[in-house]
């Protein structure tokens, strides 16, 4: 069989939170926690970097807000204008609220699409799911997964870093043929 | 269930009493939650459903008699050219803005009690939201040119009034429902894991498993997670403080006495979180009661959201005054005439009702004892929903039915139909909700163990820590 990750679990936040930290300066690099809930701190105890989801919702949001702007100047300044209540045709106050709505649309979007896209989802088959035992990391378990292509896996002294880490249970989840 | 400890008061972690009792841990979270979805349905879940079903059953027919027989089935005639539709539309909006209220401003406020409430909240919203949707679609006329509303390029080479408020109304109340529901699946993905993998039967493991998209709590996806959420409230918070501020510019916007005012836009906010709130507290009275969630949604959130009650009521009870005041204060003969004309004209029946519900009945609220008796926040709630109800109502129709001209004036009576419309859209509702609460879980169960004091990766070991608090406590008295 050929492996695909090796999943540790851990009994608490805390045992998990120790965890990471002991695999982050291990020098692991292409590993992952799975916890039920979003643990606090757990980011640095991983030594991840800032998401950049951000400058995703920034710059659609900015471009929704400006879409709808310059849709209302164009439609009332060139397609169509119309003098509606002696309202002028660039009336650029009467367009705010329609701007302000099309930004927070583009941003939700981004925020949401940007979020699935950056975690690589719907993914809906993964090798961690033939995991034993980790079906429960969605109620109470709290996991660490080491893929076997990362540079330094190696079954036997990944595993025994693991349970020095305080994990409770150790296995190696194969590959899905 | 365990009973309640003396352990449970304490959250070692905050270093204030627990929000969640029972001394629960993560995963008897997630069977109190799971329970009712799982579970036979329960014959009250039924006598809930069925009357809800039947009243959405009449809004179809009444929706399909207003499209075969025209808007003349309704009882609006000039003067009063909007009245139950537009007081259906801005009520149900109104509804749904407590539960974003809910899920984004105190989740930016950082106030945890709130993960006990925020999904059944947001879905309330949703809901809502729906309702409101159908009446500015039906109440057009011609249905089947409705499509006018959006902007969309045609042969005619027509577009839409972006100048005008009730164009800006389209576009706020679409994107906040869009909005509305995107916040609540994105919360909902982590839940539908979990039911996911509780799924018995392959049909469950499948439908939830398709909308859970493969979740499985990596960390590195927690990441990208918590900034969209968190960027949603953002966004949430403008947009729903917008929206209502929107749509008393359909009203604000024109040149009607009782509606040209530029108190509105915060007025109606206030207005619209008061009631919403109610409508929670209704809903969350019958579910935790139906679903034994007692120890999940305690008398403590009922204290916090009358809290709420009480502070928009008088929010909104100071913008009646303060109404009153402008309109004499103007000097306008016509702004003065509508106001004395609404508290004491022909509708001065509908004008006391919604000050004796919005504004006295809530004074109760003052006493913690009434703010933590089931009866009578259920009693309370209902009240605030139907003196809502009656200010939007009041706002419409008294300002119309005495027009600039005394020989236009009239007296709105609703029709059978205007009744129907209303009731339906109940039906709608309460449809919706008991689907909700059948087939998704209603509580957030990932966002309630965020706030168990075991949670936390620092938190210190359970049997010290709570003889500490205790002891501080006892220290600063």
């Not at chain 1, 989801?53 to 119309?82: D, E």
């Not at chain 1, 079954?155 to 899905?176: D, M, N, Y």
């Not at chain 2, 919203?125 to 039906?138: D, N, R």
């Not at chain 2, 709105?412 to 129907?420: G, K, L, M």
Request: charged share 15%.
């Amino acid at each position: 069989m050929t492996p695909a990750l090796i999943l540790a679990e851990f009994s608490t936040p805390a045992a998990l939170y120790r965890g990471c930290e002991r695999v982050r300066d291990a020098g692991y690099t292409r590993w992952d926690a799975h916890s039920p809930f979003p643990v606090h701190g757990l980011d640095g105890a991983m030594g991840m970097k800032r998401s950049m989801l951000p400058w995703i919702i920034l710059v659609l949001g900015l471009g929704g807000a400006a879409t709808g702007f310059l849709l209302q100047a164009w439609v009332h300044s060139m397609a169509y204008p119309l003098t509606i209540s002696g309202k002028p045709h660039f009336a650029w106050p009467a367009y705010v609220p329609i701007t302000f709505e099309l930004g927070v649309l583009g941003g939700a979007l981004a925020a949401v699409f940007g979020m699935l896209g950056l975690n690589q989802l719907p993914r809906h088959h993964h090798p961690i799911f033939d995991g034993s035992r980790f079906s429960r990391f969605s109620d109470d378990a709290f996991f660490i997964s080491i893929e076997a292509a990362d540079a330094k896996f190696d079954r036997e002294a990944t595993a025994k870093l693991l349970s020095a880490a305080g994990a409770t249970h150790v296995e190696i989840v194969p590959e899905t043929p | 269930m365990a009973p309640i400890d003396e352990n449970d008061r304490y959250d070692p972690v905050a270093g204030r009493p627990t929000l969640i009792l029972g001394g629960h841990d993560f995963h008897s979270i997630t069977e109190a939650v799971a329970r009712p979805v799982e579970g036979k349905t329960p014959l009250a879940w039924w006598l809930c459903f069925l009357p809800s079903l039947a009243l959405l059953g009449l809004l179809g027919v009444a929706v399909s008699w207003l499209f075969w027989e025209g808007i003349g089935v309704w009882g609006l005639n000039v003067p009063v050219g909007w009245a139950w539709d537009i007081t259906n539309f801005v009520f149900w909006v109104g509804i749904g803005h407590a539960g974003t209220l809910i899920s984004a401003i105190l989740f930016l406020f950082r106030q945890k009690w709130r993960t006990s409430i925020n999904r059944a909240a947001e879905a309330m919203t949703i809901f809502a939201v729906m309702c409101a949707l159908i009446f500015p679609g039906i109440h057009v006329g011609r249905v089947w040119v409705a499509y006018f509303m959006f902007p969309i390029p045609n042969q005619m080479g027509m577009w839409p009034n972006f100048r005008s408020p009730l164009l800006w109304d389209v576009f706020a109340v679409s994107i906040y429902g869009t909005v509305s529901a995107l916040f609540w699946y994105v919360g909902l993905i982590p839940d539908l894991a979990t039911m996911r993998d509780r799924a018995k039967t392959a049909v469950r493991q499948r439908v939830y498993g398709f909308f859970a998209l493969g979740w499985r709590g990596s960390n590195r996806h927690w990441q990208h997670y918590e900034v969209a959420y968190l960027t949603l409230a953002g966004l949430a918070t403008p947009l729903v403080l917008s929206v209502h501020s929107i749509v008393s510019m359909d009203f604000a916007v024109s040149q009607i006495p009782g509606w040209h005012t530029t108190i509105f836009p915060p007025y109606f906010v206030a207005g619209a979180i008061f009631s919403g709130f109610a409508m929670v507290i209704t809903l969350m009275v019958i579910c935790r009661s139906a679903f034994g969630l007692d120890q999940i949604i305690t008398l403590r959130h009922f204290d916090y959201m009358a809290k709420i009650i009480l502070v928009t009521g008088t929010m909104v009870g100071y913008a009646y005054g303060m109404e009153f005041f402008i309109a004499w204060y103007s000097g306008s003969p016509y702004e003065l005439f509508t106001f004395t004309n609404r508290a004491m004209g022909p509708y001065a029946w509908a004008y006391w009702t919604m000050i004796s519900c919005n504004v006295i009945s809530p004074q109760v609220f003052w006493f913690k004892k009434a703010r933590t008796s089931i009866p009578i926040l259920f009693v309370m709630s209902i009240f605030v929903n139907i003196g809502m109800w009656f200010e939007r109502f009041v706002i419409i129709v008294t300002s119309l039915h005495r027009d600039f001209l005394p020989s236009a004036w009239s007296y709105f009576r609703p029709t059978i139909w205007d009744v129907s419309c209303l009731l339906g859209s109940f039906g709608l509702f309460f449809t919706m909700f008991c689907l909700f609460v059948r087939f998704l879980p209603m509580v957030a169960t990932a966002e309630v163990k965020t706030v168990l004091p075991q949670a936390d990766p620092h938190a210190h070991p359970p049997d010290h820590a709570p003889a500490t608090a205790r002891l501080a406590e006892e220290g600063a008295h």
